[in-house]
């Protein structure tokens, strides 16, 4: 069947090897979105793991995972994109990144009353300098509206499918559609509603943030689910989104914490409960309308 996979690296800027110096995020949280770390460690590639969704088929045409390979295999590029999507990840992610890009490039327009702006993805190992401050792979995928890119360490995503048994290619589609969210989000002046507020009213609104770029990546799969494989098969089926529906739930932040610390603490939730992740990527997928994304008005 037919793969969204691409080896045009137009989009993309090949960091590894390089490292990076400077400070560290400064208020991280309140901007970049993504699947930060939590504070003492311990839970990012659950957090990831709770955003997993849900593409089989626009990764691996048989619904099937991909196993990863290490993707750092001695390249220390200079910053350009050429020849960073010739393994197979690297071809799913830009692949991903290309076919979201192309679609937010028709659709923003409509949605927002302006052009779309094209982000780029960087693929970095270790560290990296950001216009957020200082990335690390600790901090699991991310996006800087500062300098709108969206930060991959893909080493990160081959330890997800190792030892969280998480498949690649599911796992990689999604982070790459709400990445390019949060991009939306920058676009459109929504991460300023986040980034003006101050205290726990913050963290609620990155709750709302988060949930919306999940809502964000429902339209695009929407959109995805209209396309059709070489032999007339739909790209994805309500099957699969149905179960991929239940997994994410199953480890939004409630049940992660009930997993990992045995109770649930709602202040400090940071993306939302598994029903409010099922349920606003379910209106996102459902609709294809990014106007009902509009996960501000309940907070």
């Known amino acids: ?63 099937n995972s991909t196993q990863l390979a290490p993707s750092d295999q001695g390249q220390t590029q200079s910053g350009a994109g050429d020849g960073a999507c010739e393994s197979e990840l690297e071809q799913t992610l830009c692949g991903a990144n290309n076919d979201a890009q192309d679609f937010w490039t028709a659709e923003y327009p409509a949605a927002f009353g302006k052009p779309y702006e094209d982000a780029v993805m960087v693929f970095f190992t270790g560290s990296t300098s950001t216009g957020c401050g200082q990335g690390s792979s600790e901090t699991g995928p991310f996006y800087c509206p500062a300098d709108e890119r969206l930060y991959i360490d893909l080493d990160f995503l081959v330890q997800l499918q190792d030892q969280f048994g998480a498949p ?112 606003w990527f379910r209106r996102g997928y459902s609709t294809g309308d990014p106007a009902q994304c509009n996960t501000f008005a309940e907070v």
């Open 1 to 63: 069947m037919t793969r969204i996979r691409s080896t045009d690296a137009g989009r993309v800027e090949d960091r590894r090897g390089q490292g990076g110096g400077g400070m560290s995020f400064p208020g991280f949280g309140t901007g970049g979105g993504g699947f930060p770390m939590k504070s003492g460690g311990g839970l990012l590639g659950l957090l990831v793991i709770a955003a997993i969704i849900f593409l089989p088929r626009l990764l691996n045409g048989d619904g």
């Open 168 to 279: 690649g290619d599911l796992a990689t589609q999604y982070i790459v559609a709400h990445e390019l969210g949060h991009h939306i989000q920058n676009l459109s002046g929504q991460n300023a509603v986040v980034e003006q507020a101050t205290g726990d009213r913050q963290r609620v609104l990155g709750i709302a943030l988060e949930l919306q770029a999940d809502c964000y990546a429902g339209v695009w799969a929407n959109d995805a689910s209209k396309r059709t494989t070489a032999d007339g098969q739909p790209l994805i089926d309500e099957g699969e989104i149905s179960e991929a529906l239940n997994a994410a739930a199953a480890v939004g932040d409630d049940r992660i914490q009930q997993e990992t610390q045995g109770r649930v603490d709602p202040e400090t939730f940071t993306h939302g409960t598994a029903e409010q992740r099922e349920g």
